[in-house]
């Protein structure tokens, strides 16, 4: 990514499609907590996830220096709270390419976040009561393109007629 931070429209625009994105029994409960690139809790999540993972040194932090950062929690005891943040987190990468925006949906976090520090960072990124960590996703300006993933359609497709 540049250096360049979000607008405060593309910023809203991405929003606004993770809120839009359907919900099980249009519950809703996704919550959605913005960070700059350079709020110290992503370092304290970074340095978490190397120690969990014996990492040292990487060469790009959880999200690859991105502007901004997202994360969407959710109510812990609702069982689809995974899958429509999932919904919700597409929704926004798909925006942020309509956008000309990169995006990055990161995962890796879970064990950091919801391990031994879970109170810790629950409390630090002020997410809601009995919400935790889902996913999240990073938002930037392109320094560099890539090429689409490919795949191979005939061993991940099946047909039943």
């Not at 959605?32 to 060469?59: C, H, Q, S, W, Y």
């Not at 976090?109 to 810790?120: F, L, N, S, W």
Request: hydrophobic share 40%; glycine share 4%.
């Amino acid at each position: 990514y540049t250096e360049e931070p979000l607008t405060d429209s593309e910023l809203n625009a991405l929003l606004h499609a993770g809120l839009q994105a359907p919900t099980a029994a249009n519950r809703q409960e996704i919550h959605f907590t913005v960070l700059k690139g350079d709020n110290p809790i992503l370092a304290e999540l970074e340095a978490e996830k190397n120690r969990l993972r014996n990492i040292v040194n990487p060469p790009h932090n959880f999200y690859y220096e991105a502007p901004t950062v997202i994360l969407l929690s959710a109510d812990s005891t609702y069982h689809w709270s995974d899958l429509d943040a999932g919904i919700a987190v597409e929704n926004m990468a798909l925006a942020a390419e309509e956008l000309g925006l990169g995006s990055l949906i990161i995962g890796c976090i879970r064990d950091a976040i919801q391990g031994e520090k879970k109170a810790y960072f629950s409390n630090s990124l002020q997410l809601p009561e009995n919400y935790e960590y889902k996913i999240a996703i990073a938002f930037g300006h392109k320094a560099v393109t890539k090429e689409p993933h490919t795949y191979d359609a005939d061993a991940q497709i099946t047909y039943l007629q």
